[in-house]
């Protein structure tokens, strides 16, 4: 499904630059969710932003499907932008505090479907919030009248929406209550089982991780380290790096056993 081939990225800040991205590849497969694991500025965020085509990378490649998107003219770019959606550690900066719930995931029902208008929309919508565990009838509300976590919910409903190949989530639930960690993991869970969906899941939080991927990809340095099935990295890590991760956090891994 997407492939990310010996990808490379330095950012230059006067004299210095730092490599944030070092001959970096993976794949996910269809219907997978590839955790990609490691400790702040190790460049996670960074290949999420290749992988979406906000950043370009120094050389390496970006294949989604059959298409080599890192070989793409920008214009072309743009019309594969939906096949990718994002989720964000904090839904209350991703969502507009001035748009209702429904004006913003109708919003991203017509990015795919421009037509979609009056009661089709609202029935699509409330079938999106059900689909993320909301009631439907909230559709009118604001974010600033939901929790943090139905928060996030909403924006894995409009993440949903357009029907992307895959979601990146980066972080979705670093901001969270350990409460309301695991609810969010199981409805990705849920979703991955129910609609197939393909994730890239990103955290510095291996129990998490673990938790939700079927393979983990660990990062150090801009690297992937080691890479593996979730139950052998959390198990049998190979590096002591990945023991270090594991022995620093503690808070899920109960419940990932
Ligand atoms: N736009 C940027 N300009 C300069 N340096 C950056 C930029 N974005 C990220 N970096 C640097 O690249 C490294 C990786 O950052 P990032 O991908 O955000 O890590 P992570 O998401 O794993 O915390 C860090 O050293 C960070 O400071
Ligand atoms: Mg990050």
Do not use: W
Request: net charge positive; aromatic share 6%; charged share 25%.
């Amino acid at each position: 499904m997407l492939e990310l081939q010996n990808i490379k990225k330095t950012f230059h800040k006067g004299r210095e630059s730092v490599v944030a991205v070092d001959d970096v590849s993976f794949e996910i497969k269809s219907g997978e969710i590839l955790g990609l694991v490691g400790e702040s500025g190790c460049g996670k965020s960074t290949i999420s932003r290749i992988i979406m085509q906000l950043l370009i990378p120094d050389s390496g490649s970006v294949t989604l499907g059959d298409v080599n998107l890192t070989a793409l003219p920008r214009k072309e770019i743009r019309r594969h932008r939906l096949d990718f959606q994002m989720v964000f550690q904090d839904p209350y900066a991703s969502l507009n505090p001035r748009q209702t719930i429904f004006s913003t995931i109708g919003e991203a029902l017509q990015q795919r479907n421009p037509g979609l208008k009056g009661e089709v929309l609202r029935k699509r919508v409330g079938e999106l919030l059900e689909t993320v565990g909301l009631p439907a009838n909230q559709m009118q509300r604001y974010p600033h009248e939901f929790s943090g976590g139905q928060r996030q919910r909403i924006a894995i409903a409009r993440a949903l929406a357009p029907e992307p190949r895959i979601i990146i989530a980066d972080e979705p639930v670093s901001a969270l209550d350990v409460s309301i960690q695991s609810q969010i993991l199981n409805l990705l869970r849920k979703l991955q089982q129910e609609l197939g969906l393909t994730m890239l899941f990103i955290s510095h939080d291996l129990s998490v991780v673990h938790y939700l991927a079927d393979r983990i990809a660990v990062m150090y340095g801009g690297k992937i380290i080691e890479h593996g099935k979730a139950s052998q990295i959390f198990h049998e890590p190979k590096e002591d790096y990945t023991r270090k991760l594991l022995s620093s956090v503690p808070v899920l891994a109960k419940l990932a056993r």
